[in-house]
């Protein structure tokens, strides 16, 4: 994985002394808050609920070992020993103080990580495939690609102040594990009919107050004009995104007013000027970048074989590993969504385990994943059993993933302060009733996500099954959509009616499950299901 | 009754209004309606208080109780953690907020 390099870590511990110093005026009272409040936030420090909240960056969600066991010692020094994966493959920590925000920046800065761009209207954390690099259905590994956007976009003076936040996406495989077209620039690297290798654009997607699926602008820009084509693409919504009213101002809503054609028709005259600038970056760069995500030394030799006879074993590596790449290596998923757990929660202790984990079975690398999971993407799998192991004696083998049980859900009213509804509690209540093995495997894949309010940090939109916490006169009400998908197939979730009370939306949802498994055919999913057979079945059985 | 709230400075606890200083407990909240803005306004100078605000709140037989679900959280601390709550021991302290 990527090294910084003597820039990037002076960088990285530039700001960490500036912003040491920008805390103190605050403390000492030579900065006032609104001086103070931009600052912390271009460093991942929110003031939420109960508390400040850091946010740090995980680029395109890939770890070291070393990197993951300081989340850990961070959560155990600064906070209440734990964190919280995000749906942006960032973590999160709730319960921070002001006075120590400037030393967990500068023991972050010592594992090459920060909290830079996680917060404000600048270009985010570039997310990408948890499976990058050893996925057995990818074009190529996409992370060369994000990580080169990631440095274009670190400090990019131009996009430090966007009309709002900006969020951009890459992958490689024909399968979207990114919710690619949910982002501001979604860019899946393609191979056209010649056999080059290039990026197809899409544009203007995102989730939201305004959910929309990104269009396709360009099927083909040439890899080594990437970077010229994003800076056209922002120019343009830098030039005409709306700064007049927030909820109007994502790059969505100007790609929506001005029209896919005119918007494209801009960026591409943008992208022709630009590309008479010479802005690329020199493809010698490129070629630093791509051998820090070379493959690892795989065993050749390693055995393909796996013993399944522990059954409960099998059930994991049936439900949380998929095929890797190399012959006789797994991918391997650790759910954080134990029933009656708080979805993307670890410890500081189950933190470090991963970590070493990784360090010993999995060639030192970890993600995180979108839907708020840890993923050991090279497990040779003569290691698995006794992985697994480990994992269950920590209580991380649950074996859910794609599954009713393996819910997103955004911190909600229990954290944060812009949340209308608590998240987490509809979460745990819909895990529970679902627990049994039976059942969550013949349901089979059902991607349930919840989001505490209209801002969608849940991804609510998206999924098969999605749910929308709102206050209605002060009481917590819970909006029941169906349809949603972030795959390939996108697609945006309808409401069903009425909203519920807490306990009545977990009944809903047990009764659009029972109404999918009378009514499914052969091989249907529940979202098959239901852009089968419509809306109108799933309200009776709901509302009836 | 209007309360007053907000965060420490330095720790970004919740606090309220006492009357007299901030306290970590919603029981010792008190009645600030009629100066509100101008204690706030002192209390922000001062940096002893961050991000502060009012809040309608009822006084009840068990004490001051925020109006909204969403101060009463704040008030004691996440529902799904009660051992983050600022009474871990108290598995009914949470009957109230919800």
Redesign the interface.
């Known amino acids: 994985m990527y090294k910084y390099d003597s820039y990037d870590q002076e960088m990285v511990d530039v700001r960490v002394e500036e912003f040491r110093d920008q805390t103190r005026r605050?403390?000492d009272?030579t900065l006032a808050?609104e001086n103070f409040r931009p600052l912390r936030l271009q460093n991942g420090l929110y003031?939420q609920?109960?508390?400040?909240m850091l946010r740090v960056a995980v680029p395109y969600g890939t770890l070291s070992s070393a990197q993951m066991r300081m989340l850990g010692d961070i959560a155990d020094k600064y906070d209440?020993g734990y964190g919280h994966f995000t749906t942006r493959q960032n973590i999160q920590y709730n319960?921070?103080?002001?006075?120590e925000a400037p030393d967990i920046l500068a023991d972050l800065a010592t594992v090459e990580m920060h909290a830079i761009q996680t917060s404000g209207n600048c270009i985010r954390n570039i997310s990408s495939d948890q499976y990058a690099g050893a996925a057995a259905d990818e074009l190529i590994d996409p992370r060369p690609y994000a990580e080169l956007l990631r440095q274009w976009s670190s400090f990019h003076p131009e996009f430090l102040h966007l009309p709002r936040k900006f969020k951009i996406a890459v992958i490689a495989s024909k399968t979207d594990r990114a919710a690619m077209r949910l982002h501001d620039i979604g860019i899946e690297i393609v191979k056209n009919d010649a056999g080059e290798i290039g990026c197809a654009f899409y544009v203007g997607g995102g989730m939201g107050r305004t959910p929309m699926i990104a269009p396709l602008i360009n099927p083909f820009v040439p890899l080594d004009q990437l970077i010229t084509y994003s800076e056209a693409c922002l120019r343009v919504y830098n030039r005409y995104g709306r700064r007049d009213n927030k909820y109007k101002a994502r790059i969505k809503i100007l790609v929506h007013e001005m029209g896919k054609d005119e918007y494209t028709r801009q960026v591409e005259e943008e992208f022709a000027h630009l590309l008479t600038q010479g802005i690329e970056p020199p493809i010698a760069e490129l070629e630093r970048i791509i051998p820090h995500f070379a493959d690892p030394a795989f065993d050749a030799a390693t055995s393909d074989d796996l013993d399944l006879s522990d059954p409960d074993f099998k059930l994991w590596v049936d439900n949380n590993t998929v095929a890797h790449k190399a012959k006789g290596y797994v991918i391997a998923t650790v759910s954080l969504k134990p029933v009656g757990g708080?979805p993307g929660d670890a410890s500081a202790d189950q933190i470090r385990l991963m970590a070493d984990l990784a360090r010993d079975y999995s060639f030192d690398e970890l993600r995180v994943t979108h839907a708020q999971n840890i993923v050991f993407p090279h497990v040779k799998k003569a290691d698995l059993y006794t992985v697994w192991q480990k994992l269950d004696a920590a209580g991380l083998s649950t074996a859910n993933l794609d599954t009713i049980g393996d819910i997103i859900a955004c911190p909600g009213?229990?954290?944060c302060?812009l949340?209308n509804a608590?998240s987490?509690?509809v979460a745990?209540k819909i895990a529970e009733r679902f627990k049994a093995q039976d059942r969550l495997d013949t349901i089979g894949e059902l991607k349930l996500k919840i989001s505490g309010c209209i801002n969608a940090c849940g991804h609510h939109h998206a999924g098969h099954i999605g749910i929308l916490g709102v206050d209605r006169k002060?009481?917590?009400n819970y909006q029941l959509s169906l349809g949603g998908s972030e795959g390939a197939d996108t697609s945006l979730g309808t409401i069903t009616g009425p909203g519920f009370s807490e306990d009545g939306v977990v009944d809903a949802v047990e009764k659009a499950t029972n109404l999918y498994l009378a009514q499914r055919q052969e091989g249907e999913r529940f979202l098959d299901t239901y852009r089968r057979i419509g809306m109108a079945p799933f309200k009776e059985a709901i509302y009836g | 009754m209007k309360i007053l709230t907000g965060n420490d400075l330095k720790t970004g606890a919740v606090i309220w209004w006492d009357g007299q200083a901030w306290s970590l407990h919603i029981e010792d909240a008190v009645d600030a309606t009629e100066h509100a803005d101008e204690i706030l306004a002192r209390e922000e100078a001062a940096r002893h208080v961050n991000s502060s605000y009012v809040v309608d709140a009822t006084q009840t037989p068990e004490g001051v109780r925020p109006n909204h679900i969403k101060e009463r959280i704040r008030a004691l601390g996440p529902t799904v953690r009660p051992d983050l709550t600022l009474k871990p021991a108290d598995p009914s302290a949470l009957n109230w907020v919800i």
Do not use: F, M, N, T
């Not at chain 1, 319960?95 to 006075?99: A, G, P, Q, S």
């Open positions: 605050r403390l009272g808050e003031l609920l109960h508390a400040y209440r319960w921070i103080k002001l006075e708080i009213l229990d954290y302060s949340a608590r987490i509690p745990q002060g009481v917590e």
